[in-house]
């Protein structure tokens, strides 16, 4: 089922989800866990300077998120996402003041949490879950591919086993899990993404987005692109793979998103990343 369509029919309303950027860092950066994180990820996304001048408050992101998507998609309802950085990295006193922001705004039905798998822990899991009986209750684990040579190559940090000790952890709790996975990842065979989508598929995981892997300036993965040692999947190649992909997912899964979004001031390559609309109408 589509993300939109579960929305429709959970709270009878248009229900739009809007990005927040609570001022959170990546243990994957500053050095807890690793550093220079990602090689796809955005440098210039942490730059204390760039946050210090456009950043608004919590409060007026969500306000003016929300008078953004009533405007232009005409939405009635909305799930506040904590997307940027890694949204489980503070202290549980820390994490709890900013999701509360969620309980000042009366058409907020949701939230969705960003993070990382190894990011999570009890104490977490239960102040998240503490939202459920009021709220649609989510956390996005990033975790791109199964596979441990891709996830030390891209410099995630983490193994596959810790994402599978996060969802163990996590089904404790009354929280939908939503995973992140990109395809076209350095070094990755068909055969391995579709094994990626099987294990999903086992896991019985509730909600998918995914992104071809693309290029933004100032990233280690421009470097590698700009010596020749990365090519970006082709538009045809990445349809055709995200089909069988999907083929294989447990059908009650809910596809929250194919394709990416990426500034054009900020994208090297593929210059198709951003064409949701011929993606999605290629899929259904
Ligand atoms: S885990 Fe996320 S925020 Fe941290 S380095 Fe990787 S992509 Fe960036």
């Not at 890694?86 to 309980?103: G, Q, R, S």
């Not at 009021?134 to 975790?143: Q, T």
């Not at 929280?175 to 094994?195: A, R, S, W, Y």
Request: hydrophobic fraction near 35%; charged fraction near 25%; aromatic fraction near 10%.
């Amino acid at each position: 089922m589509k993300y939109s369509d579960y929305l429709k029919k959970r709270f009878n309303a248009k229900v739009h989800k809007v990005s927040v950027d609570a001022g959170f860092s990546c243990p994957n950066r500053d050095g807890k866990i690793g550093e220079g994180g990602c090689i796809y990820c955005d440098n210039r996304a942490f730059s204390f300077q760039n946050r210090n001048q456009t950043q608004l408050s919590l409060e007026q992101q969500v306000e003016e998120g929300i008078e953004a998507a009533q405007k232009r998609f005409k939405a009635e309802k909305f799930i506040i996402y904590f997307q940027a950085h890694t949204n489980t990295y503070a202290p549980v006193e820390e994490l709890k003041e900013k999701y509360d922001i969620i309980k000042r705004f009366k058409d907020v039905v949701g939230i969705s949490i960003g993070t990382r798998p190894d990011c999570v822990d009890n104490e977490i899991l239960e102040l998240i879950a503490s939202y459920a009986d009021d709220y649609d209750v989510w956390i996005e684990y990033g975790l791109q591919s199964i596979h441990n040579k891709t996830l030390g190559f891209i410099n995630r940090g983490h193994a596959y086993e810790d994402f599978l000790k996060s969802i163990e952890l996590t089904r404790k709790y009354p929280i939908k899990i939503c995973v992140h996975l990109i395809l076209g990842l350095p070094n990755e065979t068909k055969e391995m993404m579709l094994e990626t989508a099987k294990e999903m598929a086992r896991l019985r995981i509730d909600g998918i987005k995914i992104h071809p892997l693309h290029v933004v300036k100032g990233t280690k993965l421009e470097e590698l692109y700009l010596q020749g040692k990365y090519l970006p999947l082709e538009l045809n190649t990445y349809i055709e793979l995200l089909s069988g992909f999907i083929s294989l997912l447990w059908p009650d899964t809910l596809i929250q998103r194919l394709s990416a979004y990426c500034p054009k001031e900020l994208l090297v390559a593929p210059e198709w990343v951003s064409k949701r609309n011929i993606i999605e109408s290629s899929i259904s």
